[in-house]
T-cell receptor
Framework: SQQGEEDPQALSIQEGENATMNCSYK?????LQWYRQNSGRGLVHLIL???NEREKHSGRLRVTLDTSKKSSSLLITASRAADTASYFC??????????WGAGTKLIIKP | EAQVTQNPRYLITVTGKKLTVTCSQN?????MSWYRQDPGLGLRQIYY???????DKGDVPEGYKVSRKEKRNFPLILESPSPNQTSLYFC???????????FGQGTRLTVV
């Protein structure tokens, strides 16, 4: 089953602009995680936010979580060409499974 | 270097020929899992393991087997591969079930 759904499916912005991606999910969660994947390679963990947290920062990344709306957003500030990748949200539920969305493909134009 | 190692990276095989994809982690992680990634579908969990000798089905376990005899290894076995198992496979591990996951580089499997 696919729990998380990212929005938009694709995003193209100019270098230096901010990029915002959203994730919605369906059931109660223990935590929500964001990952980056470069062109069919392994996924890299970006940030984990627990269900009792509302916001978290890591460098140029800011993640928010609204459990009442079952949604999260990932903001990348001052984007760089190296940020070009696919971004996935994944939710961990009480069944010990990490359920993934289909991803947002982000393209940063120089 | 802390890592998850999958082998092989690429594999082309024929329908029905049993194969094993190995996965090993050197971080003493408790939780390990296997995913397949198909275009437009994101990642889907095949099997996961909370600890040695403890494995459970994920969302798409049909046609796959796993074992967890040692903490570091979590092989994925396809007893009789079929073309619909052509996919990109990832192994991942995490310290506990609710912590960040570390991924291998992936195994691109083609079944003809």
């Amino acid at each position: 089953s696919q729990q998380g759904e990212e929005d938009p499916q694709a995003l193209s912005i100019q270098e230096g602009e901010n990029a915002t991606m959203n994730c919605s999910y369906k059931t109660s969660i223990n935590n929500l995680q964001w990952y980056r994947q470069n062109s069919g390679r392994g996924l890299v963990h970006l940030i984990l936010i627990r269900s009792n947290e509302r916001e978290k920062h890591s460098g140029r990344l800011r993640v928010t979580l609204d459990t009442s709306k079952k949604s999260s957003s990932l903001l990348i500030t001052a984007s760089r060409a190296a940020d070009t990748a696919s971004y996935f949200c994944a939710t961990m539920d009480s069944n010990y499974q990490l359920i993934w969305g289909a991803g947002t493909k982000l393209i940063i134009k120089p | 270097e802390a890592q998850v190692t999958q082998n092989p990276r690429y594999l082309i095989t024929v329908t029905g020929k049993k194969l094993t994809v190995t996965c090993s982690q050197n971080m003493n992680h408790e939780y390990m899992s296997w995913y397949r990634q198909d275009p437009g579908l994101g990642l889907r969990q095949i099997y996961y393991s909370m600890n040695v000798e403890v494995t459970d089905k994920g969302d798409v376990p049909e046609g796959y087997k796993v074992s967890r005899k040692e903490k570091r290894n979590f092989p994925l076995i396809l007893e009789s591969p079929s073309p619909n198992q052509t996919s990109l496979y990832f192994c991942a591990s995490s310290f506990l079930w609710d912590t960040e996951a570390f991924f291998g580089q992936g195994t691109r499997l083609t079944v003809v």
